[in-house]
């Protein structure tokens, strides 16, 4: 089953459902502005969120966030041990730091004494772009199992002080590199995976890749938690992520959209429908299959195992519920009856 921890009392491994996180792309030290972002984060179904702390002003702040919100907040950590223990003392949920960057043992050491007192989880974030140099010259360049061994000799680090509440994350840009550390590292331990595959780019190819590396490794059934990264708003993260989970079949939350990929038949204008469609369900929170469909021939047969649907053609559109077709209305209509058949359901 796999060791759990807890991140602000959400379990994170051994058996429990998979979460969803995502990071603020606010000045941390703006609390007002980084307080918004995560309520609209949350709104749109993170679980768990991450803050950058760079600097004093950043940990200062997370006491004041902390309070202002209702999701487990981690704090991102690079080089300075002072800004851990400082967010530790404000009331962080959850500390990721690389273990190797932050100072000697003695650093090490106090971080982890901090973090036992209270009973916070560690992150340990293996970066591709940022392993140790004897590592990468051991192996050549990045390699899955250069990213475990240096994931390995952090969690080395920590027990060291007899701290063992640990996540792990191996992020890296390629796809298969990513996958391929977490393979190694789910046969090898049994930490809570945290997934992600870093730098992933804009919305369209990092939702691409994220959805190949985290979407094939939950689908594997590997992997406890993770953050969809994109060049984007934060709150496209959470949709992005929300979504890999109900391709995969993990998270029956929210409507399921369905849409037939056009073809010489079609006698509607069918894919701005389809992104109509589908902007309007972004608000609706029943579990449900929603199909859009572009010929009324067809349609609702083949989208006979969704809820409710439409299917359009020749300036005409038919509603059908379960495959039997409801009633028809003028096309132009066909979007606001069908969100009028879903709020009836």
């Known amino acids: 089953m796999g060791k759990q921890i807890q991140v602000g009392g ?42 950058a702390v760079p600097n004093l002003a950043a940990a200062k702040a997370v006491g004041k966030i902390k309070e202002a919100i ?17 967010c530790v003392e ?17 650093r090490v050491k106090a971080v982890a004494r901090a973090c036992a007192r209270r009973n916070i989880p560690i992150r340990i974030g293996v970066n591709g772009g940022s392993l140790e140099k004897p590592i990468l010259a051991k192996y050549g ?22 701290f063992d509440d640990i996540c792990v994350s191996l992020k ?13 590292m789910h046969q090898q331990a049994d930490y809570p995976l945290h997934l992600g595959v870093t730098e992933a780019g804009t919305t369209r190819m990092g939702t691409l890749k994220s959805a190949a590396g985290i979407g094939g490794l939950l689908a594997l059934g590997i992997g406890d938690t993770f953050r969809v990264t994109l060049t984007a708003d934060p709150v496209e993260e959470v949709y992005a992520a929300r979504d890999i989970l ?26 701005p429908l389809a992104q109509a ?14 199909a859009v469909m572009g010929c009324p021939v067809n349609g609702p047969g083949e989208a006979a195992a969704a809820d409710v ?23 132009e209509e066909l979007l606001d009856a069908l969100m009028a058949l879903i709020e009836e359901l």
Do not use: W
Request: with cysteine; aromatic share 4%.
């Open 10 to 51: 959400l379990p994170v491994g051994g058996g429990a459902p998979v979460s969803i996180q995502s990071m603020t792309n606010t000045p941390t030290h703006d609390v007002e502005a980084t307080v918004a972002q995560i309520r609209r984060l949350a709104a749109a179904g993170c679980q768990i969120v991450r803050v």
């Open 70 to 86: 209702d999701l487990p907040l981690v704090v991102d950590i690079h080089f300075d041990y002072r800004l851990a223990l400082e």
């Open 90 to 106: 404000a009331g962080a949920d959850k500390v990721r730091i690389n273990p190797g960057n932050i100072g000697g043992a003695d």
């Open 141 to 162: 360049g990045v390699t899955p199992q250069a990213m475990v061994d240096s994931a390995f000799g952090h969690i080395a680090l920590l027990n060291r002080y007899d």
């Open 172 to 184: 890296s840009s390629s796809v298969p590199i990513t996958m391929g550390a977490y393979e190694l």
């Open 246 to 271: 109900k391709a995969i079949g993990l998270r029956r939350e929210g409507p399921d959209l369905i849409a037939c990929p056009t073809c010489g038949r079609t006698k509607i204008d069918l894919i």
């Open 277 to 290: 469609v589908e902007e309007r369900l972004k608000t609706v929170t029943k579990p449900i299959t929603v």
């Open 309 to 331: 649907g439409i299917a359009g053609g020749n300036g005409k559109g038919i509603l059908f519920r379960h495959g039997e077709v409801v009633r028809q209305v003028p096309q």
